[in-house]
T-cell receptor, first 113, second 110 residues
Framework: DGGITQSPKYLFRKEGQNVTLSCEQNLNHDAMYWYRQDPGQGLRLIYYSQIVNDFQKGDIAEGYSVSREKKESFPLTVTSAQKNPTAFYLC????????????FGDGTRLSIL | RKEVEQDPGPFNVPEGATVAFNCTYSNSASQSFFWYRQDCRKEPKLLMSVYSSGNEDGRFTAQLNRASQYISLLIRDSKLSDSATYLCVVREGTGNQFYFGTGTSLTVIP
């Protein structure tokens, strides 16, 4: 089945540590996204990529980094500079064209130890 | 000003009730519109796309008013399983930017 796989489902970070969240899709979508969701809040865009080897900052990129070396993969690194990383992280993908929706992975919950 | 605005609710309705959610968007160039459903601690899932002529899927009806830049979702005969947060989403043109409302919380009460 085509879809988006995020791993791990739960992740714990120690102070000063960088952690990387994985996102893989087999939908052959060009665009991929990372969102952060805090309890009771909406989705906020961290980074997005429209094509391999290219990505743009979203609204809350500080303290995060991404890479897009392959079409199917868009990992997110939460760096030690992100002082409040506890949140639900969602990866999504889409294809160009009017009426095409976004598809989401099932998310990674990140907490600070 | 936010790109997409929704009434956050919460909406608490009895089983069998009809409930309507509204959403406004600021960019008149927006081309594609969607309603997503998000259950507690889960990812958003596409509920339905919204077409210019309005569209229906079972108990759910979505409507678009481009002149007023307004989208609505109507749920008839509410079920307990409809309890969730409903997100209004707008896509600009054929580009890759999506804008999300903060969601409207619905609880259907027995």
């Amino acid at each position: 089945d085509g879809g988006i796989t995020q791993s791990p489902k739960y992740l714990f970070r120690k102070e000063g540590q960088n952690v990387t969240l994985s996102c893989e899709q087999n939908l052959n979508h060009d665009a991929m996204y990372w969102y952060r969701q805090d309890p009771g809040q909406g989705l906020r865009l961290i980074y997005y990529s429209q094509i391999v080897n290219d990505f743009q900052k979203g609204d809350i990129a500080e303290g995060y980094s991404v890479s897009r070396e392959k079409k199917e993969s868009f990992p997110l690194t939460v760096t030690s500079a992100q002082k409040n990383p506890t949140a639900f992280y969602l990866c999504a993908s889409s294809t160009p064209g009017e009426g095409q929706p976004q598809h989401f992975g099932d998310g990674t919950r990140l907490s600070i130890l | 000003r936010k790109e997409v605005e929704q009434d956050p609710g919460p909406f608490n309705v009895p089983e069998g009730a009809t409930v309507a959610f509204n959403c406004t968007y600021s960019n008149s160039a927006s081309q594609s519109f969607f309603w997503y459903r998000q259950d507690c601690r889960k990812e958003p899932k596409l509920l339905m796309s919204v077409y210019s002529s309005g569209n229906e899927d079972g108990r759910f009806t979505a409507q678009l008013n481009r002149a007023s830049q307004y989208i609505s979702l109507l749920i008839r005969d509410s079920k307990l399983s409809d309890s969730a947060t409903y997100l209004c989403v707008v896509r600009e043109g054929t580009g890759n930017q999506f804008y999300f409302g903060t969601g409207t919380s619905l609880t259907v009460i027995p």
